[in-house]
């Protein structure tokens, strides 16, 4: 199947993520594509350096293009060009927007042939993101085929209910920085036995990566695979009943549901 032209709102981080893996994926010719952004500084750079074309005219980008990925801030939206009501008539739309609802994104682009709102997470500028998403109606198998492609430029995806967005927001899009936060408290856990802080960092990446390689690898669930590295009465299990006595997972549970609150605050904005 070949792909169909693709035009970009947008031209920042994760624009550039989903253009250099569709590139590298060779799942697109730099010909297929062209951006805008608002000032035209980033898409341009976007496009010196990927071959892309740069087109600040908005109906000329448009005109050629039969699906559009919105991929500017979300705070953008309402200052979005009224021409794009018209221009996207027809036309697929993939909004990355953080927190803005098909329901908003139909004020924008009411005349779109389907709308896809996507909420990647930011491991996506390495192919390693997780994006989840979902339609205004049912995808044509040609626009699911291409909305795979997209989101597969960026790493997995998961198609879900509109419903579970605000809780993909937290667990999807602020894992990376549980999980940066978790790493930090492993170091600085080391430092504390003695260890130099370099070196408890690296120690406690490796570590954090080798075990989430071994699950992903494996098909058993986390408790079984934990519970493999618990002998009774050893030193992992007496960090383990640190943890339970800490309350770890009813604090991770408060930390998912207050982010979830918290998007779901957001999105109504
Ligand atoms: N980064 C991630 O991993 C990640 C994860 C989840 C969701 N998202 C979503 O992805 C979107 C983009 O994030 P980002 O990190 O890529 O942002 P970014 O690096 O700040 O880039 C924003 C881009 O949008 C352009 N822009 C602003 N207003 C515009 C308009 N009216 N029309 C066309 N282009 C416009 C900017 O152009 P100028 O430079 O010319 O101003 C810039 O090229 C956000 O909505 C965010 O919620 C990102």
């Known amino acids: 199947m070949s792909t169909p ?5 947008g031209a920042g981080n994760l624009a550039s993520a989903i253009v250099c893996g569709l590139l590298a994926r060779k799942v697109c010719a730099p010909a297929d594509l062209a951006c805008t952004s608002r000032a035209g500084t980033t898409a341009q750079k976007l496009a010196a350096d990927t071959g892309i074309t740069f087109e600040p005219d908005l109906p000329k980008l448009l005109a050629g293009a039969d699906t559009v990925i919105v991929a500017f801030k979300p705070q953008s939206l309402a200052a979005a060009d009224p021409r794009l009501a018209e221009l996207t008539a027809g036309k697929l739309v993939v909004s990355v927007l953080a927190g803005k609802k098909l329901a908003r994104l139909a004020q924008v682009f ?3 042939r389907n709308l896809v709102r996507a909420m990647p997470n930011t491991p996506a500028a390495i192919g390693a993101g997780m994006t989840c998403w979902c339609s205004s109606a049912p995808l044509a198998p040609a626009d699911r085929a291409t909305v795979g492609k997209l989101l597969g430029a960026l790493g997995q995806f998961m ?6 967005m605000d809780a993909v927001t937290t667990l999807v899009g602020s894992t990376p920085a549980f999980l940066f936060e978790f ?14 802080r370099d070196t408890a960092q690296q120690l406690a990446l490796e570590s954090v990566l080798g075990a989430a390689r071994l699950l992903a690898g494996s098909p058993e669930t ?4 934990r519970d493999r590295v618990t002998s009774p009465n050893g030193t992992t299990a007496a960090g383990l009943q640190v943890m339970a006595a ?6 991770i549970k408060a930390t998912i549901l207050a982010g979830t609150r918290r998007a779901g605050e957001l999105s109504n904005d």
């Open 159 to 164: 198609e879900l209910g509109e419903e579970h």
């Open 246 to 251: 800490a309350q770890f997972r009813e604090t």
């Open 222 to 225: 986390p408790e079984a695979l």
């Open 5 to 9: 032209r693709l035009a970009l709102l």
């Open 110 to 112: 009411p005349r779109a």
């Open 183 to 196: 790493v930090a408290a492993l170091r600085d856990g080391g430092v504390a036995a003695g260890l130099p």
